[in-house]
């Protein structure tokens, strides 16, 4: 049977047909959706751990055990799980041991543009890339069969447009792979120096292996057209190129981009007039090429930002124009990200932009602080870095800038990396103020459950972490609960916590607007007694704007969460029931 399915969803497919036993991850767009489609299928274990790194340790022990076993992130999760990733390639594995990695050319949901390749060159663990959802299912069913077959684990590097995108997808049945006995062997597991030295030894006879295997699987294939041009591509890139060129150009498309088969690139080049290298983002395959001695055309020619588009490649490879875009005269409104209408988070960056505050920022909805006009957020770094950053430029600026300074950080991040930069503010005798902006979820990813939310991936009740609890055991004495949407006292709770001569945290505490369990109900309006002062507008909520010169509520947009009654000074807005 055929279905149609996301790259992702093919992932999932390919790893539940694989026999696969756990799955562990942390949410990550374009990553995300390969946990939630395992969640299916009840032969998986499969979790939400707290990051990146639990995750693949999680994996990792899986499959020392045994099991096969899969982790899957996006490519700022992978720096997170680094540190366990380059370790496994020494160890090797028992059961299949597969990561998922998918990049984001583009940057459409991340901080940065990042060629998760170069994790495979440097910790020495093969990578497959498929081009669509078919070749996801089937090169994830292929990692685990080389994971065990090589004794190694196996990358599978996505980009957001292969996880998101919809092809025809074979349908097969699960396949009985039993769980593998398990056998003490420390010179294998136990990585003190006396055993990885010699474990090295097998990762480099292993990479030959490999090397060798590259040149006759049918993973890296060629499609010949007898043509002169000839294009060496992988993945989406692959993709791309194929529909623009057609059959104006041989191909040899790779399926495995590390190790890569050296002497059919060198046939490959030889055997053309001219070789166009084409790959998104960094220069892996032609810095290859061009380390053998092959004349090769790539980034002289293709940019190393973003993503590629036909029209792009079909200019540069055959000199064809690129059609005429159809331009509209009238002037069409931006539309930026905004927080959503009835967001929790918007409360809090009204009182900090009010109070003039620097605002040590973090990576989730509320990253969208520092979007105008709430313009509040100064910095945002990586998962976690609110709390330590905040940290640094209060111990370079001097004490009295503490009281200038806050960062927030949500439930979900403070859980994945928050924890340890609070406890880095207590141990070295910081007196930062943290805000945990506490919307009960994990929001920015599609609504995942967390250790806060006191359910498991599969909607399980599980143990509840108690965020006052954790704070105080962190060695936080003042931890004050208080909700966003009552401004006054947020304001005040916020004025009192910076200027404490100690560090404190502040609990920012109302669910996210869009969650099934949060009720709001009618709408709000602007009355006559409306003075036009505009406070409202500083909201920055997308159901608030100005026509006429006058400020009108958007009925449509508008949930009735009331945060801007609570900010009007003259009472001029009012809630309706529908």
Known sequence: MKKLLLGNEAVARGAYEAGVNVVASYPGTPSTEITEAIVKFDEVYAEWSPNEKVAAEVAIGASIAGGRAMSCMKHVGLNVMADPVFTVSYTGVNGGLVFCV??????????????????????????????????????????????????????????????????????????????????????????????????????????????????????????????????????????????????????????????????????????????????????????????????????????????????????VVLGEKAPEIIEIEDEIPVRPPVMCAGCPHRGTFYVLKKLGLVVSGDIGCYTLGAAAPLQSVDTTICMGASVSAAHGMAKAQGKEFNKKLVSVIGDSTFMHSGITGLIDIVYNKGNNTVIILDNSITGMTGHQDNPTTGYTIRGEETKQVNLIALCKACGIEHVTVCDPFDVKTFEKTVKTEVEREEPSVIIAQRPCALLKSVKYSGHCTVGENCKNCKMCMKLGCPAISVKDDKVVIDQTQCNGCGLCINVCPFKAITKEEN
């Open 102 to 315: 998918a990049d984001d050319p583009g940057m459409h949901s991340s901080q940065n543009e990042q060629d998760s390749r170069h994790y495979a060159k440097a910790a020495k663990i093969m990578m497959l890339e498929p081009s669509d959802s078919a070749e996801c299912k089937e090169f994830t069913k292929t990692a685990f069969a080389l994971s065990e077959k090589f004794d190694t684990p196996a990358f599978i590097r996505l980009s957001t447009r292969v996880s998101h995108s919809q092809s025809l997808v074979e349908l097969e049945e699960r396949e009985d792979v039993p769980v593998k006995k398990y056998e003490k062997n420390i010179s294998k597991y136990v990585m003190m120096p006396a055993m990885a030295i010699k474990r090295h030894v097998v990762v480099e006879d292993r990479i030959k292996a490999l090397t060798e295997f590259a040149e006759t699987t049918e993973l890296n294939r060629l499609e010949e057209n007898n043509s002169k041009i000839g294009v060496i591509s992988a993945g989406i890139a692959y993709a791309y190129a194929k529909e623009a060129l057609g059959d104006k150009a041989d191909f040899l498309k790779l399926g495995m981009v590390y190790p890569l088969p050296k002497q059919k690139l060198i046939d490959f080049v030889e055997s053309h007039d001219k070789v166009y290298v084409i790959e998104e983002l960094d220069p892996i395959i032609e810095d290859e090429c061009k380390a053998l001695g092959l004349d090769v055309l790539g980034k002289e020619l293709f940019s190393l930002l973003g993503e590629y588009t036909p029209t792009m490649i079909k200019s």
